[in-house]
């Protein structure tokens, strides 16, 4: 029994963990990051596509060539023609900032490296769209984050409970339903208010405080529990509800 119980545990972290990690590589909003080589000589780079904080947003380049240089160009909604800026040199890196912008303002990036008589884009045919996002204070991130995962793991833990002939089904239900009613109710506005700059700046439409896709997971939630607290025939469905919640964090949040 002890054995199964910790089996089950087990395969709840593995699975969130996997949902997880196929969630950021599909994410549209996953970095570009890539190595190529020049005369045998590495050049890496990675370029976000969203950045948080108030600082200017720094671009970097790594590479062994002591004599490449290159520049930066960037475009805003607002600007008729691209701007450029030299990448500075510091060793073995060659960088340069973007002037941060106000919260959901968008540029599109690229750099020209250059070496003899040769020019490489990066990256290779194609602009990087950025968005700017407002500074989130580090508990609230933590929390965020925190309290998602473990509403994940506990969701899992919840639909895997069918193999334990649904026992605790209905106590780990209660719980991860606990976990994103405090997520929605609590978190997530403060979270989002910070994310889009509201702060000491303007009133947010109700809408704009809460995630769809975290109220859709709470709403089914509370459907299974009614439904397998009012008919035993129904052990099954927190499995369902389960897989349901994974495949909306996936696709939707």
Do not use: C
């Amino acid at each position: 029994m002890k054995k199964n119980f910790i089996i089950l545990w087990l395969a709840s972290f593995v699975i969130v963990f996997v949902t997880v990690y196929i969630s950021n590589i599909i994410d549209k909003d996953y970095p570009i990051t890539s190595t190529f080589g020049i005369e045998g000589k590495k050049v890496s780079y990675r370029f976000e596509k969203v950045h948080y904080g108030k600082e200017d947003y720094k671009v970097i380049i790594r590479t062994d060539i002591d004599e490449l240089t290159g520049k930066l160009l960037w475009k805003s909604d607002t600007d008729s023609n691209w701007r450029s800026k030299e990448l500075e040199k510091s060793k073995l890196i060659l960088s340069a900032a973007i002037p941060v912008l106000k919260p959901e303002n968008k540029i599109d990036y690229y750099l020209e490296l250059y070496y003899k008589d040769k020019k490489y884009v990066l990256p290779t045919n194609q602009k990087v769209s950025l968005t700017f996002f407002g500074k989130i204070p580090v508990v609230v991130n933590v929390l965020e984050y925190l309290l998602l995962y473990l509403g994940l793991i506990l969701a899992v833990r919840t639909g895997l409970e069918f193999f334990n002939n649904g026992l605790k089904s209905k106590k780990f239900g209660f719980f991860t339903l606990a976990l994103f009613l405090t997520l929605i109710a609590l978190i997530n506005p403060l979270y989002l208010t910070y994310k889009y700059g509201f702060i000491n700046s303007s009133i947010p439409p109700i809408s704009r405080l809460f995630l769809l896709s975290d109220i859709s997971i709470f709403v089914l939630w509370i459907v299974t529990l009614f439904t397998i607290f009012r008919f035993e025939k129904f052990k099954f469905l927190p499995l369902v509800s389960a897989v349901i919640t994974l495949i909306i964090f996936v696709l939707f949040r």
